[in-house]
């Protein structure tokens, strides 16, 4: 979670509020709660403005590395929250 910190910073975007989250609630849970959310995150959102979806932690999820810290359910709400903002990269963690 803080690696896709330091890479938002990397592109200018200084996801403060994102590193709070992280630090209160720790890594998986942070990641469960923005996923879990009805609305995407103002972090999501910003990184789609920015292009960089690749970015999100709902596309982080989907990583093969991540994909068992996650339900099947919480999976689909990755792919759904990506493809309903136009996603359309295969695999969905590629990067631009």
Not at 13 to 27: I, K, L, P, S, T
Not at 48 to 58: C, G, I, N, P, T
Not at 61 to 71: G, H, N, Q, V
Request: charged share 30%.
């Amino acid at each position: 979670m803080l690696g896709i910190y330091a890479d938002a910073k990397a592109i200018g975007y200084n996801a403060a509020r994102f590193v709070q989250m992280v630090d209160e609630m720790g890594g998986l849970r942070a990641a469960r709660d923005l996923i879990n959310r009805a609305q995407p995150s103002e972090g999501f959102t910003h990184l789609w403005e920015l292009k960089r979806l690749d970015l999100a932690v709902e596309s982080r999820a989907l990583k093969p590395e991540f994909r068992s810290l996650f339900s099947a359910a919480e999976r689909d709400l990755c792919r759904k929250r990506l493809a309903d903002y136009g996603w359309n990269r295969e695999p969905p963690w590629q990067e631009f």
